[in-house]
């Protein structure tokens, strides 16, 4: 296995996506890997019509993720 130093980051938006950054590969729901050029939006309230990825529907939905 190819070993990797670089540090993967994963941000939260507040009331948004999860932003992940870094050199990692992306499995999608059929087991293949989604091509992406490094940093990715994942959709955390369900209403994105582009699963895995954030499409801005957590703005339309008022999406309110509960955290202070
Ligand atoms: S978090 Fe943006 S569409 Fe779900």
Same mark, same amino acid.
Not at 50 to 67: E, L, M, Q, S, V
């Given at each position: ?19 992940? %950054? ?5 499995? !999608?729901?059929?087991? +293949?890997?989604?091509?992406? @050029? #490094? ?9 994105? %019509? ?5 499409? !801005?529907?957590?703005? +339309?939905?008022?999406?309110? @993720? #509960?955290?202070?």
């Amino acid at each position: 296995m190819e070993k990797n130093d670089e540090k993967v980051l994963v941000k939260v938006f507040p009331d948004g996506p999860y932003e992940v %950054k870094g050199n990692f590969s992306l499995i !999608g729901k059929d087991g +293949k890997e989604i091509p992406h @050029d #490094g940093t990715v939006h994942l959709c955390r309230c369900g209403a994105s %019509k582009n699963k895995p990825f954030c499409d !801005g529907a957590h703005r +339309k939905i008022g999406f309110k @993720d #509960g955290a202070e």
